[in-house]
């Protein structure tokens, strides 16, 4: 299999993994699946530091892709209840060997990160160029080069 042949599969898994991985996304599946229909607010307070709009994007993102179902009730005012789809929740399966995976490779990956940050500083010290902050061992982010 060529390059050529893997782009067309490629791509669109891609895209479906991005919004179904994104931080913001395994969160709000998880808990929907986990306590069933949630209201936005309760959805809000379980979900530490999302923004009300990053809330309200990602679900109408998860919406779209079929992962959630949003359900407004005539009621004065009217209330609004979000509940995970049985595509959704097959994922909790796999979400569940994600985390397991990085149970047992968290110390190996703080320990690659550490390596690699006093790498970096040795680095930016011999190059002669200030040290930039490169965050803490516990940081996700890499430094450009």
């Known amino acids: 299999m060529t390059d050529q042949d893997i782009h067309p599969v490629a791509c669109p898994i891609r895209e479906i993994i991005d919004s179904v ?11 929907l699946v986990a306590r069933g229909p949630m209201r936005f607010t309760e959805l809000e307070r379980g979900i530490e530091g999302i923004s009300r709009r990053m809330l309200t994007l990602t679900l109408r993102n998860l919406e779209r892709d079929g992962l959630v179902v949003r359900t407004v009730f005539p009621t004065v005012p009217p209330r609004v209840e979000y509940t995970a789809t049985q595509m959704a929740r097959e994922l909790r399966g796999a979400f569940a060997e994600l985390a397991d995976w990085a149970r047992r490779h ?6 690659a990160r550490a390596a690699y940050d006093r790498r970096y500083a040795a680095e930016q010290r011999t190059a002669g160029r200030p040290e ?9 982010t890499v430094p450009a080069t």
């Open 106 to 111: 968290q110390e190996a990956i703080m320990a």
């Open 132 to 140: 930039q902050d490169t965050g803490s061992a516990e940081s996700a």
């Open 21 to 31: 991985a994104g931080k913001w996304s395994v969160q709000i599946v998880l808990l």
